[in-house]
């Protein structure tokens, strides 16, 4: 049993996973990866969300320790994802007595998940719906797109709980340490929930603003999200960050290469383009081979800095293929307000470039700050020197700002 009081009458009844390789059979978890849920022992009982199945045996255990001898009164559905309903239909079958409260856009999903019409087990909410288990009540905030349509806020106003759905997650299991002052706030963990977040929720930057927005006049004590750690203490610094992201705006000035590389001729030119900005004061580059490093990071990193240099060959006429999903992959998540950098290299007929450029072009508020560095298999002094010098003057002026 993993269960754990967070107040006097709510209990964590979620689990983790650890065996599992990927988040949606393709994001890599090293961590693992937590599926929260929550018990609410009130006059009522109140299960917030079920669980992903890798836990359902886990959960389940939980849940029947928490309650007890008492029945299972509502499920609250805050989010109809997978990860956290495949519980609900062994839930049925164990509580057959259970009303499920949702909003209507979740229970058309849950019809459809299940296979038959769940109008009479439900009770659908909105925004003007009052609701109360007991001592507590609880008031209904939709948040469409962070980041399915039918996402829905719960905030106890008792125990002045924010319940958040996905917002507010993080990728990594939780080990014992349910909260975020439990933990060391460390690089790691932050680079995991900017992962988390970059490539979740990313895509859906004004609907998260929106959603802020729309609690921002409710006290707040803790905000419990679905995946990540509990947060009670550094509303401050995760608000911050959470503004940074969803209006696609920099953490830092850094500047990392991305790179393709064949016969590693692109590879040594980046290495040489990061040791001279290095010899101008460029601190903590960092570079990424695209064949060698998972989409997520990628994605992640470049949610994080506002300068990229992109090194592309040419192959087969366009680009490496692995580069071009990485780009592909930038504008479904809607990355903006960058400043690109770009390198082609090919040995007879260089496109690279022109193809970084027309996909980054597309992509709001991108910068391009240069004509492409043009290698013709590798650096040649007599061509590129001036154009290199002049790249490398650039990245160095605006990492400097």
Same mark, same amino acid.
């Given at each position: 049993m993993a269960t754990r009081k967070i107040t006097e009458d709510i209990i964590y009844v979620g689990g983790s996973d650890s065996r599992e390789p990927t988040f949606?059979?393709?994001i890599p978890t090293p961590r693992g990866m937590a599926y929260n849920s929550y018990l609410l022992l009130d006059e009522k009982t109140v299960l917030f969300d079920t669980a992903d199945k890798s836990i359902l045996s886990l959960f389940f255990t939980n849940l029947e320790n928490a309650l007890g001898d008492r029945k299972l009164d509502y499920l609250f559905i805050t989010h109809m994802e997978p990860d956290h309903t495949e519980a609900i239909e062994d839930l049925l079958v164990r509580h057959p007595e259970v009303t499920i409260v949702l909003n209507k856009t979740s229970l058309k999903m849950l019809? /459809?998940?299940?296979?038959?019409?769940?109008?009479? +087990?439900?009770? =659908?909410?909105?925004p003007s719906s009052?609701?109360?288990?007991?001592?507590?009540?609880?008031?209904? =905030?939709?948040?469409?797109?962070?980041?399915?349509?039918?996402?829905?806020?719960? *905030?106890?106003? *008792?125990?002045?709980?924010?319940?958040?759905?996905?917002t507010f997650g993080s990728f990594g299991a939780n080990f014992g340490n349910l909260f975020d002052d439990e933990i060391t706030l460390d690089n790691y963990f932050f680079e995991e929930q900017r992962r988390y977040y970059a490539n979740? =929720?990313?895509?859906?930057?004004?609907?998260?603003c929106k959603s802020?927005?729309?609690?921002?006049?409710?006290?707040?004590?803790?905000?419990?999200?679905?995946?990540?750690v509990i947060w009670r203490s550094h509303f401050d610094l995760l608000l911050k960050r959470y503004s940074l992201w969803s209006q696609y705006l920099p953490e830092s000035n850094d500047i990392i290469i991305i790179y393709n590389t064949l016969y590693n001729h692109t590879s040594d030119f980046c290495y040489d383009i990061a040791t001279k900005l290095a010899e101008r004061g460029v601190k903590n580059i960092k570079m990424y081979d695209v064949?060698?490093?998972?989409?997520?990071?990628?994605?992640?990193?470049?949610?994080?800095?506002?300068? $990229?240099?992109?090194?592309?060959?040419? *192959?087969?006429?366009?680009?490496?293929? $692995?580069? +071009?999903?990485?780009?592909?992959?930038?504008?479904?998540? /809607?990355?903006? /307000?960058?400043?690109?950098? $770009? =390198?082609?290299?090919?040995t007879w007929a260089p496109v690279s470039g022109k193809r970084v450029i027309d996909l980054i072009s597309k992509m709001p508020n991108m910068n391009i700050i240069n004509t492409p560095v043009k290698l013709m298999s590798? *650096?040649?002094?007599?061509? /590129?020197?001036?154009?290199?010098?002049?790249?490398?003057?650039k990245l160095v002026d605006l990492y400097n700002k």
């Open positions: 949606e059979n393709f019809n /459809n998940f299940l296979g038959r019409d769940m109008k009479d +087990k439900t009770i =659908i909410v909105d009052k609701f109360s288990s007991g001592k507590h009540s609880f008031k209904f =905030i939709n948040a469409p797109f962070v980041h399915w349509p039918e996402v829905m806020f719960v *905030y106890d106003e *008792y125990s002045k709980i924010l319940f958040s759905a996905d979740v =929720i990313g895509k859906f930057g004004k609907f998260v802020i927005d729309s609690v921002s006049d409710l006290d707040i004590k803790m905000v419990c999200p679905l995946h990540g064949s060698k490093t998972d989409l997520t990071f990628l994605i992640s990193e470049v949610f994080r800095v506002k300068n $990229i240099l992109i090194a592309a060959t040419t *192959y087969n006429a366009n680009l490496y293929p $692995i580069m +071009k999903n990485f780009l592909h992959d930038m504008a479904a998540l /809607n990355v903006q /307000n960058r400043n690109v950098a $770009i =390198i082609e290299n090919g590798r *650096y040649n002094a007599e061509r /590129n020197e001036v154009e290199t010098k002049e790249l490398i003057d």
